[in-house]
């Protein structure tokens, strides 16, 4: 390995791959494709696949050299790129689907895992033509395999969009509908934002923002089962050292994040963005949010405490990737996808987990409801009320949070998801019943706090 690391680093870096699940979960390029705007629908098409072929053509060969080179697991390579209502609505179409397919074909033609972007900003307003872009999500991606879509429809300077929130509901359930064959897949790779961040490598809410280069590398480091290996041995010990430990764990996980994304960047000759030190659990033994809360004493992830115990792993998480480099950014933190994670799955089944713990956990960990499955005839206007809420909890905490809810299409509560590979399978969590019709039809923004006046 190179000098970037020290010795005693390296050794740590070793120790961390062989036994406690560390890896690199994405290598993201994040690609703009403003200059591909065109009132021909087929030019721009034309151009984002000629960019795209042209700028990612290496990173798949790249980022497997460099896992190979270093003995250091790099999961996923993605791609990001500018939103797409932004660069298509001068062409004057009513579907986005053709743009959403063409995406699909330019990501499997360099061979990456996911593509990022088929996403909209309309945390403020909406114009005509992403009236058109929110109506083609559910189709573009059920014809679509590695396209991810996001939608920004709140901040903590221009408050809610409750319009956009209402719309969502019925994407969300509609993109289910279409994928019902596969658990409503289409739903999970959908992601209703606060606060959404320009440079996040992680699916599916990857985009590449306005105020991005032309090119970036930015990559997504993971290490769950990293840091229940270093607490493990703690029982007794303080909050305060506890802290430390994940602080340090942090640090050295950080560190391995930037040497790749430098290498990276380097032999793609592509400028070097962030490190997003999040701890993304998968369906892997070891590797669980959900474990590392219990280590600190809970009997069970959901338990009273729950919260208080991720805002520690959270605060300390982003001091040490702080201490680490100067790059990071993204979403950092933790994350707490119940699809994705052993521990959050087995809390949901035993009932110790419900989805109103899981949003007061979202108040202080890196994001929001993330992966969760609900029943298949929750009506739109629950699922919208249910984004109001957690747009709450970002937009007032001035702080990213997110929706990433799958209603799975003829399942109820007791029946279990399954999505595959990363995605992992979920079981089916209740949900409250009462209507929330009336206030979710009233429409208009929720203003923005006052805390969001800071000129």
Aim: aromatic letters at 4%; proline letters at 4%; glycine letters at 10%.
């Amino acid at each position: 390995m190179p000098a970037f690391l020290t010795t005693n680093e390296i050794l740590s870096t070793i120790e961390m791959v062989r036994n406690q699940n560390l890896d690199v979960r994405t290598i993201t390029m994040g690609i703009s494709l403003l200059d591909c705007c065109d009132s021909d629908p087929k030019k721009v098409i034309s151009k984002m696949k000629a960019k795209i072929a042209r700028l990612a053509k290496d990173l798949v060969r790249v980022g497997n050299d460099i896992s190979d080179e270093y003995g250091i697991p790099i999961v996923n390579k993605r791609l990001s790129v500018t939103p797409v209502s932004l660069i298509t609505q001068s062409c004057g179409t009513d579907s986005y689907v053709p743009f959403a397919k063409a995406l699909d074909e330019a990501a499997k033609e360099v061979g990456v895992d996911f593509i990022g972007g088929f996403s909209a900003l309309v945390h403020k307003g909406i114009t005509e033509g992403e009236r058109h872009f929110l109506s083609s999500i559910p189709e573009a991606l059920a014809v679509t395999d590695l396209v991810c879509s996001s939608v920004n429809v709140a901040s903590t300077r221009s408050g809610i969009n409750m319009d956009a929130v209402r719309i969502m509901g019925g994407i969300i359930k509609e993109s289910a509908a279409l994928t019902a064959k596969r658990d409503g897949i289409g739903a999970a790779k959908l992601v209703v934002f606060a606060n959404a961040v320009e440079d996040n490598p992680f699916m599916a809410g990857a985009f590449h923002g306005t105020g991005e280069g032309d090119c970036v590398i930015n990559v997504g480091v993971s290490g769950p089962g990293v840091v229940s290996s270093a607490i493990e041995h703690m029982e007794g010990a303080s909050f305060d050292e506890l802290a430390e430990q994940i602080k340090k764990t942090a640090f050295n996980i950080t560190r391995v994040g930037e040497l790749v994304a430098r290498e990276a960047s380097r032999r793609l000759g592509v400028r070097f963005g962030i490190v997003d030190l999040s701890l993304a659990p998968t369906p892997a033994v070891g590797d669980s949010v959900a474990r590392i809360l219990e280590l600190m004493g809970l009997e069970c992830c959901g338990a009273h405490g729950t919260t208080a115990a991720l805002a520690l792993l959270n605060d300390a998480v982003k001091k040490g990737g702080i201490m680490a480099s100067s790059h990071v950014g993204g979403l950092s933190g933790a994350f707490i996808p119940v699809s994705e994670d052993t521990g959050m799955i087995n809390a949901v089944r035993n009932g110790t987990l419900s989805l109103n713990k899981l949003e007061a956990m979202t108040s202080v960990c890196s994001v929001g409801l993330d992966m969760i499955a609900i029943p298949g005839d929750t009506p739109a206007d629950v699922i919208s009320a249910i984004i109001a809420d957690e747009m709450a909890i970002g937009v007032v905490n001035n702080k990213t949070t997110a929706c990433r809810l799958i209603p799975v299409p003829g399942k109820g509560v007791g029946d279990e998801a399954s999505f595959g590979g990363l995605l992992g399978g979920a079981p089916i969590i209740p949900v409250n019943a009462s209507s929330p019709y009336g206030f979710v039809r009233r429409g208009g923004i929720i203003p923005a706090p006052l805390h969001s006046q800071r000129n």
